[in-house]
Nanobody
Framework: VQLAESGGGLVQPGGSLRLSCAASGMIFSRYAMGWYRQAPGKQRELVAVITSGSNTNYADSVKGRFTISRDNAENTVYLQMNSLKPEDTAVYFC???????????WGHGTQVTVSS
């Protein structure tokens, strides 16, 4: 199983980015997919999750600003991030968890920096 994140970068406060995570080596539709982030000196935290049935859940800090979605035909999960704030700066990791077997996998992460 491989999870490959892309789309990170440097953006000004108030700007937008869209992260992508392309999955391979797995039956994508059987996995819940999520995005976590880790800022320097802080623990990794859940940002958003989408189940195999496309139910979603978000951290309170990103509700109304971030949107998680999935394309099962493309084996890809997305994180649309709007109204970005400096406190959103972190390495963002893609996460996959099989909904029945509970096996899980992580991507290597993509850096998001929000700064003027």
């Amino acid at each position: 199983v491989q999870l490959a994140e892309s789309g990170g970068g440097l953006v000004q406060p108030g700007g937008s980015l869209r992260l992508s995570c392309a999955a391979s080596g797995m039956i994508f539709s059987r996995y819940a997919m999520g995005w976590y982030r880790q800022a320097p000196g802080k623990q990794r935290e859940l940002v958003a999750v989408i189940t195999s049935g496309s139910n979603t859940n978000y951290a309170d800090s990103v509700k109304g600003r971030f949107t998680i979605s999935r394309d099962n035909a493309e084996n890809t999960v997305y994180l649309q991030m709007n109204s970005l704030k400096p406190e959103d700066t972190a390495v963002y990791f893609c996460y996959a968890k099989h909904q029945v077997l509970r096996t899980d996998y992580w991507g290597h992460g993509t850096q998001v920096t929000v700064s003027s």
